[in-house]
């Protein structure tokens, strides 16, 4: 079996709608990322937004600051197969994170994360470019890689 890095997997395969898993910084459990650029091999930056399970606790938060709430996205069961199902979960529209290249390739294999996921459906991700759009948390640049 022929072994291809992180570096060429992601140089070579990152496009929009994209899943990658990986600590954000030292200290910090692996989560599933998904790629918000149209253009993400060209852009200066990789927008990510963060999967996650505490659902509860981000509908609390966007209740309080009034904000819309397609700014989380649930996720259909069977949607993503790679997601453990034991939680609900869903897609934290409101602080995508922002790196380079070369920064995300690093994060996947710094904490022994992968690219080795399907790329998301188009539904999930239209759900979440529209939440993304939603959400006045989201600087214009971001929202602005989107299209």
């Known amino acids: 079996m022929i072994f291809i890095s992180n570096d060429i997997k992601v140089k070579t395969g990152i496009e929009q709608g994209c ?3 990986f600590s954000p910084k030292d200290g910090v459990l ?5 790629v918000l650029n149209k253009n993400p091999k060209t852009d200066s ?11 509860e606790k981000i509908i609390k938060f966007i209740e309080y600051r009034k904000l819309d709430r397609k ?6 069961n069977k949607e993503c197969s790679f997601l453990p199902r034991s939680q609900d979960g ?11 290249l070369t920064k995300l390739i690093e994060l ?14 188009k539904s999930l991700l239209e759900l979440v470019i529209e ?17």
């Not at 930056?45 to 659902?55: A, D, G, H, I, W």
């Not at 700014?71 to 259909?76: A, K, L």
């Not at 939440?131 to 299209?147: D, E, F, N, Q, R």
């Open 19 to 21: 899943i990658y898993n």
């Open 30 to 34: 692996n989560h599933y990322y998904m």
């Open 45 to 55: 930056e990789v927008y990510l937004v963060p999967f996650t399970t505490k659902k």
């Open 71 to 76: 700014t989380f996205v649930d996720i259909p």
């Open 90 to 100: 869903g897609i934290d529209c409101n602080r995508p994170i922002e790196v380079t």
């Open 108 to 121: 996947i294999d710094n904490s022994s994360g992968s690219c080795n996921y399907p790329k998301t459906t």
């Open 131 to 147: 939440g993304v759009s939603a959400s006045p948390m989201v600087k214009p640049v971001i929202k602005t890689s989107l299209y």
